[in-house]
């Protein structure tokens, strides 16, 4: 495998601009290749076999392309559709549940919590509580109770859908009163009921300023796509795959073109205008494709990045 | 053409439920067959090009099944797709743009006004407003406004863009200070300036009352579904379409069954809650079903329900 090949990430839409984001500022270093599904959007209200074919379609996408690794940034895809991911591609693969899920049971091992209190003088491991919210999907797979689970057996999870934010973030009220009563809605009586809580959706980063002053400054908000970075970092560098300092063939100056190349299947325009609210600019390389019937249209796809 | 066949209706997903209420209501004595696209929704925010191909992979999927009449109840695929879908198919097709923009032309040619002058002592013409609230895609269409000014061209037709609506009817929530709120936001600045408001969407009827306090009372507010109710009963008389007693014979006893069947393309189980909050009851006969790759799936789907 060429380190030097970009790293794949994919979504149901706009949404997985926020954990490119943590994986560029984690992993400065480092080529993206972003796909994001905008002719299918939204995944949190589907069902499993229709998000396990539309991200398998996305993944052989992106490793037609010449990817490295694979990052599924999207919490629905992750939730529900890794084996199948896995099963389709020859290459490590990437959720944000699992390293959301042990960011969150750290993060309660170690915090001084809101009674101010550290955690060696609190309450029993099992009477612990870690909120998480998501798409509904997400919520009825219940993977990440599985996930924080397995890290930690004693947690107690409570999980809760908040469909309302996700359209709230695309219409970039973050900051306006509907956002804040939105919030209160879903959250209030989570309040005083967890000490962390799971930003498990994509799009719920872009909300936190909100978020947290529903559950109180005193809970720590986990941002999975953050947490992911931090693992994805790891893990290249455990594989040898980080990328190299450039070199200075023809093939190296291709592969060292610094920009990254942003991908959609659909709306090409609003999409950029939404990721400008995500990411404070327009993406500079953006182009539509189809990623259904893939076989068919191999032939047709741009040459592969990596080649 | 048999007028014992039902009447087709599509929309993106559940919002449509809210025009065969209204085509239920106004033809009692018709059966239909209802497709929601909910694997593919919302259609909203997606282009022209993936509208049309869904819109027109549904309607085939209808018109295989036996009906003798299609109406596209989704008001981004009436404003989109019509030219692509009436190409496709042999059979009449409405759709909810035209209908609601007579609707409204109607309306406020009749209706006295906010001001309470009937209009005969109004201001002329050139100075009449009609509003249209709807999706992106529809709005950016401009559909409404085309349609409206074949009907007068003078009118001035104010369009805006909703999006946070669809979501908030599909949680449940259209009587809470969240969609108060958020019509406010939306709306506050057409008080005053219109006489009449087109619910250029389907979803919007269920947040009616939100709606009327925001633009204020005097508004007079059409909705598309129940215009284009009135509109294809019309159509059924003219063409010698509607319904007859029915018959003895087997076929049909078949024909004659009062039971309107409901497909869906993902998630039957979320459709027949959300619907539930539009139509008072679950749909009695629900299926999932794949309209893609319609072609190579005719044979392995169940038989037309008129033959």
């Given at each position: 495998m060429n380190p030097n090949l970009p790293i794949g990430i994919f979504d149901s839409g706009v949404g997985g601009l926020?954990?490119?984001?943590?994986?560029?500022?984690?992993?400065?270093?480092?080529?993206?290749?972003?796909?994001?599904?905008?002719?299918?959007?939204?995944?949190?209200?589907?069902?499993?076999?229709?998000?396990?074919?539309?991200?398998?379609?996305?993944?052989?996408?992106?490793?037609?392309?010449?990817?490295?690794?694979?990052?599924?940034?999207?919490?629905?895809?992750?939730?529900?559709?890794?084996?199948?991911?896995?099963?389709?591609?020859?290459?490590?693969?990437?959720?944000?549940?699992?390293?959301g899920a042990r960011a969150a049971v750290a993060a309660e091992s170690t915090q001084e919590t809101r009674t101010g209190r550290p955690r060696s003088q609190h309450p029993p491991a099992s009477q612990r509580r870690i909120g998480v919210i998501a798409t509904e999907s997400t919520v009825q797979s219940g993977a990440y109770t599985a996930a924080i689970n397995k890290a930690d057996p004693e947690a107690e999870v409570i999980e809760r859908a908040c469909p309302l934010f996700v359209p709230l973030a695309e219409e970039g009220w973050a900051d306006q009163d509907v956002a804040r009563t939105v919030a209160e809605t879903y959250l209030r009586d989570l309040r005083s009921r967890i000490d962390t809580l799971v930003l498990g959706c994509t799009h719920y980063p872009i909300l936190k300023e909100v978020i947290q002053e529903s559950v109180g400054k005193e809970v720590k908000l986990i941002d999975s796509g953050a947490a992911t970075a931090v693992e994805v970092k790891a893990l290249l560098k455990e594989k040898g795959l980080a990328r190299l300092t450039p070199g200075t063939g023809a093939l190296e100056r291709h592969l060292c073109d610094d920009l990254d190349h942003f991908y959609v299947t659909d709306a090409a325009e609003r999409f950029a205008r939404v990721a400008e609210r995500f990411l404070g600019s327009k993406p500079a390389r953006l182009e539509a494709v189809e990623v259904w019937g893939h076989d068919e249209l191999k032939n047709s796809l741009p040459l592969p990045l990596g080649v």
């Open positions: 926020t954990v490119y984001r943590a994986l560029h500022e984690h992993l400065p270093k480092e080529r993206f290749v972003y796909l994001g599904d905008t002719a299918r959007v939204p995944y949190g209200t589907k069902s499993l076999a229709t998000v396990e074919r539309y991200a398998v379609e996305n993944a052989q996408f992106l490793a037609a392309r010449g990817i490295k690794l694979l990052v599924v940034a999207c919490n629905t895809a992750s939730a529900l559709a890794l084996p199948a991911i896995r099963k389709s591609l020859n290459l490590d693969v990437v959720g944000v549940i699992g390293p």
